[in-house]
């Protein structure tokens, strides 16, 4: 008998086929593997310009002076580049001499009255400022003039104006019966004068800041608390200062951090005299590298150290503040 060959079933084939056939190809995993490579090189490039600028510019500037502070540099020493390593010789000599006591009271003075006076009068001009009344931009650009102008400049006219015998703040004062006040030259007056110097350069960036921080509250709230009956100190401290309290946060710290290197002022209106009621750390860094026939670059470079520490703290206070109110 002969045996019928039956045509093998199509589907079947379809089924051996299917089960039979060949993995897909690596090309897809292989282009997988190469985009995530290739958009990390892209994030590498992008952020080459940014830690070569803050590498050159921060860390080197940043390590140089920390070596300053730890080796005897002369004149000499500072050109061959072989000054011998001495620890904390600097740090001590800094701490020990008779200028440190006064010279971080002033500091602490200056910093603290500055930031005072410069956060109350800007946040008083934004709000006034934020009516929206007529001319208000106008007013609002004239008050950037100070924070625009260089600060030589400021500081010569501030000195120019309190000049003790032909400023015209003692003409002023004479006019109301006031006696001539010596504002550069008296102990009791010279840090007085920087101070209302670098808060009149100082209140503009508060102002511009806080400005900006207002214009982000909804006027909404505002509303609701008028028809609540809420007076207007009352909406200030209970909408106002709480929502405004980020922004504070950051122009304080700014404020600080410029406040903490301010030299050129002081430097140019009393030069941390008369007989050191003005010198802050920043004067007193400048004056030991700088100011002197015989430079000590290194107790210079350790004062300013000490002023580099001072902001790094209180930056380090405020991320902590702000990473608590942000899981809070």
């Not at 102990?187 to 800041?209: D, K």
């Not at 301010?262 to 003005?278: E, N, Q, Y």
Request: charged fraction near 10%.
């Amino acid at each position: 008998m002969k045996q019928t060959t039956h045509p093998p079933d199509p589907r079947l084939l379809d089924r051996a086929g299917a089960a039979t056939a060949a993995p897909p190809p690596v090309r897809t995993a292989s282009r997988r593997r190469r985009r995530p490579r290739s958009r990390q090189w892209a994030a590498w490039a992008f952020l080459a310009p940014v830690t070569l600028y803050l590498a050159l510019f921060y860390a080197y500037p940043l390590y140089r002076n920390l070596d300053l502070s730890l080796r005897n540099y002369t004149v000499r020493s500072f050109v061959q580049g072989d000054a011998p390593f001495t620890g904390l010789a600097n740090y001590r000599k800094v701490f020990d001499d008779p200028t440190f006591g006064p010279a971080l009271t002033h500091t602490v003075v200056f910093t603290a009255v500055c930031l005072l006076f410069q956060y109350a009068i800007g946040l008083a001009l934004a709000v006034f400022f934020n009516q929206n009344f007529k001319l208000s931009a106008t007013l609002r650009a004239l008050f950037l003039v100070p924070w625009l102008l260089p600060l030589i400049v400021s500081a010569s006219t501030w000195s120019w104006m309190l000049n003790s015998d032909s400023g015209v703040v003692n003409s002023l004062l004479g006019a109301i019966g006031i006696g001539p006040v010596n504002w550069l030259t008296s102990p009791e007056w010279s840090l007085t004068s920087v101070i209302i110097a670098n808060i009149w350069i100082g209140v503009p960036f508060n102002l511009v800041v806080l400005y900006s921080g207002l214009q982000s509250i909804p006027t909404s709230l505002y509303e609701a608390a008028a028809l609540d009956g809420a007076s207007a100190w009352r909406r200030f401290w209970s909408i106002t200062f709480p929502l405004l309290r980020p922004v504070s946060a950051i122009t304080l710290l700014l404020g600080l951090v410029y406040t903490l290197k301010v030299f050129d002022i002081i430097w140019i209106m009393t030069k941390g005299g008369p007989a050191d009621s003005s010198t802050t750390f920043a004067t007193w860094s400048y004056r030991l590298g700088f100011g002197n026939l015989l430079p000590a670059f290194g107790p210079g470079a350790a004062v300013g150290n000490l002023l580099v520490v001072a902001a790094l703290v209180f930056g380090l206070v405020y991320l902590r503040v702000q990473r608590k109110q942000a899981l809070s």
